[in-house]
């Protein structure tokens, strides 16, 4: 990991030093998803993935690339390579058109190819298309709505993906391209009016769970965004966080759409163990008798089966339909092995498509009273 981090930073050096020396910026006339150069390089190299080749060709000597479906690659800088060239840069418009591509022709296609492979691909051609953006120092709305994509499908990502090996999914790297892409989004919300911004500033309070430096900066946002009931309902849910009031915590995050719960899936494990050890100090008794099924409801759990392995974990005797909870048994086993949860994430999917929560279709929580009568204030008091 430590060698990867090293990598990016000298890329963003490599590219920093590249426009440093440029006059003028550089503006991007490829018009093809693939510069012709790369895709021919690529394809007499046999370096093309299986998703860009030619139908009827798989099983040539050299397989041909289909230009309709071959995306330019993420590249390292490299000494002597050239990589603000105008002929190998895609403008914005192209670049739309290839994040588009990404999402409704790879992502939510229904082709035989497990999502793992599936993910490599749309990973490294959004990197590339980032890669081609702070080349050209693009910004406005064709960048704002180019990162809002590549955020969507990042955070789905990392609820879709949390229970792969860490061979096939790597967790702190898609991390750390979803906190660059939130800062570079964040951002670009302080130069215009853009009409998702509550959607994805309540994203970044969510994944950005109990930080600091997430809470303030969204503590000084505009009032008509800091007031947007999707933003309020996220305060709302870091102050519960905050306060360790867990019972509530977990009763707000039900009321969250599909995409923001996938947003603060990551922490849930965390909070039940929190939640846990409150209640093994709360409840440290060998005559108390706590219902399985009540901290089932509780801690939003999936089963009584779950919540049975929960308390086992973390040293807790069950017996029978009761566990008994004891601060001198509870032991904190740190961060757990993320999973799916049906009732608080994949529950909320019976409403919306796949392809509604990457395109942000339909957005119910701005206009969902229920939301706006559990938000706070800026004092900190609910309404």
Known sequence: MSRKH????RDKCSIAANLDKASLVVTGCCIEMCPESERCERQRQKRLHRFEILVGTEKHKLPIADPNRTVKEYSRPAAGKVLSCADVLRPADVLMKTVRFLIDDIALSEMDAPWTEVYDFVFDRLRSVRQDMTIQRMGGKPCVAILELSLRFLIYTSYKLCEEPVQHFEPQINDTHVQECFNWLLGSYKLGTHPNEPEFQSLALLYNLGSAKALSYALQLPEGVRHAAPVQLAFSIN????????????????????????AIHRHLGCCHRELLRLY???????????????????????STLEATELCQRHGLVVCGDFVVF????????GDVTSRHTY????????????????????WRLCTDKKAESLAITDTGKRN
Do not use: W
Not at 6 to 9: D, E, G, L, S, Y
Not at 282 to 287: E, G, L, T
């Open 6 to 9: 090293t990598n990016r930073k």
């Open 239 to 262: 102050r519960a966080f905050q306060e360790r009031n867990f019972v509530r915590f977990f009763r707000l995050v039900r009321k969250l759409p599909y995409l923001q719960s996938c």
């Open 280 to 302: 093994s100090q709360a409840y440290s008794s060998k005559n108390c008798r706590y219902p399985i099924e009540l901290l089932t409801e509780i801690f939003a759990l999936d």
């Open 326 to 333: 004891s601060k001198m048994s509870f032991i904190d086993q």
């Open 343 to 362: 009732k608080l994430v994949d529950s909320k999917l019976r409403e919306q498509t796949i392809a509604d929560v990457l395109h942000g279709l339909p």
